[in-house]
């Protein structure tokens, strides 16, 4: 049920719409630009059902022979069912069936970059519903890659990394239970890099930042007898990142990437070409990391990764205490800290 703000968003609009002296092609087009304007801008979660809400006033009122007007519609409907927060698979599901609609009319009638657009977020829900056991892996992958036919890196590099990043978490996202996982994991890393190879730190930050993380985090997990190359490739990634990433600007994530690099720097001895000397260093770092990861997400509201952080400090606490004090160097676990 939409709240008293969103209910009253709603009927100022229809009520704006009715009293316009418009074509009702006009009139679709203008409920369409007002559940956009609600959708990119919401002031409250119930801004998002109102937006659901037009659209679907859009679609009652578009008269059936406008087909391509229709499909533009339900395809924007997708991605506001799309946007709705909720644990059940309800209003996924749905905007499943609003992109597969609207994809047979905008393939035949449509311009290439909406379709490409549609085939996009047609991924990202069927990666969604995937991971809910509702959808197949494969139907994201199938649909990622008929959106780089259009979105590719010469004329969409923006898209064209967001599209390799989509990918590659969804190969990750395939159980490691048969003889190509490893393929799959390095075709994940080569998706990663691929989009690095589009975007700069300067002209695309956020999803230069955003592959880099990502990047880190596929070679850290990476299945391999190279671990501590990997490991110490995924440290340069993430550094990569927090060029970006910073406790001012993105806080959650530049919380998510120092806990990342905790978690590598964790498993990684303080001199790679020493590695009996001991890893007292690397443990001291990681503490920082999560302490100050913790802090982050538990002032913004994140308590679960919090819970886990704090669960990693205890255990980085007590493999601090059984180090040799021969692996000391004299100077000691700081006091308090």
């Given at each position: 049920?939409?709240?008293?703000?969103?209910?009253?968003?709603?009927?100022?609009?229809?009520?704006?719409?009715?009293?316009?002296?418009?074509?009702?092609?006009?009139?679709?087009?203008?409920?369409?630009?007002?559940?956009?304007?609600?959708?990119?801008?919401?002031?409250?979660?119930?801004?998002?059902?109102?937006?659901?809400?037009?659209y679907e006033r859009a679609l009652l009122i578009c008269p059936p022979d406008h087909y391509l007007l229709r499909a533009r519609v339900a395809a924007r409907l997708?991605?506001?069912?799309?946007?709705?927060?909720?644990?059940?698979?309800?209003?996924?599901?749905?905007?499943?069936?609003?992109?597969?609609?609207?994809?047979?009319?905008?393939?035949?009638?449509?311009?290439?970059?909406?379709?490409?657009?549609?085939?996009?977020n047609l991924g990202l829900v069927a990666q969604s519903l995937a991971g809910m056991g509702r959808a197949k892996i494969t139907d994201a992958i199938a649909a990622y890659q008929r959106?780089?036919?259009?979105?590719?890196?010469?004329?969409?590099?923006?898209?064209?990394?967001?599209?390799?990043?989509?990918?590659?978490?969804?190969?990750?996202?395939?159980?490691?239970?048969?003889?190509?996982?490893?393929?799959?994991?390095?075709?994940?890393?080569?998706?990663?890099?691929?989009?690095?190879?589009?975007v700069t730190l300067i002209d695309h930050p956020s999803e230069y930042a955003m592959l880099q993380n990502n990047l880190g985090n596929a070679l850290q997990y990476?299945?391999?007898s190279h671990a501590v190359e990997n490991n110490l490739r995924a440290l340069e990634a993430y550094d990569e990142a927090l060029k970006v990433r910073t406790a001012e600007t993105t806080p959650l994530?530049?919380?998510?990437?120092?806990?990342?690099?905790?978690?590598?720097?964790?498993?990684l001895p303080d001199d790679p070409e020493q590695p009996a000397d001991g890893n007292r260093d690397n443990l001291l770092q990681v503490r920082a990391y999560y302490r100050e990861a913790q802090d982050i997400f538990a002032s913004n509201g994140d308590a679960e990764k919090a819970s886990l952080v704090d669960d990693a400090l205890q255990q980085i606490a007590s493999e601090l205490e059984q180090i040799p004090a021969s692996q000391q160097n004299g100077a000691g676990i700081p006091a308090g800290a």
């Open positions: 049920m939409l709240s008293g703000q969103a209910e009253e968003a709603v009927r100022a609009a229809l009520a704006a719409v009715e009293s316009e002296q418009a074509s009702i092609s006009e009139k679709v087009e203008m409920l369409m630009e007002m559940a956009m304007g609600l959708q990119t801008r919401p002031k409250a979660p119930e801004d998002i059902e109102a937006a659901v809400e037009l997708g991605t506001a069912l799309q946007a709705i927060p909720g644990e059940t698979t309800e209003h996924l599901e749905r905007a499943r069936d609003e992109y597969e609609a609207a994809r047979a009319v905008l393939r035949d009638h449509g311009n290439d970059e909406e379709l490409a657009e549609l085939e996009m959106s780089l036919r259009t979105f590719n890196k010469d004329a969409h590099p923006k898209e064209f990394a967001v599209l390799q990043n989509n990918l590659a978490t969804a190969f990750l996202s395939i159980p490691f239970s048969d003889e190509r996982s490893k393929m799959r994991e390095a075709l994940a890393v080569q998706a990663f890099e691929e989009g690095l190879n589009v990476a299945s391999s994530e530049y919380a998510n990437t120092i806990s990342n690099k905790a978690n590598c720097l964790w498993n």
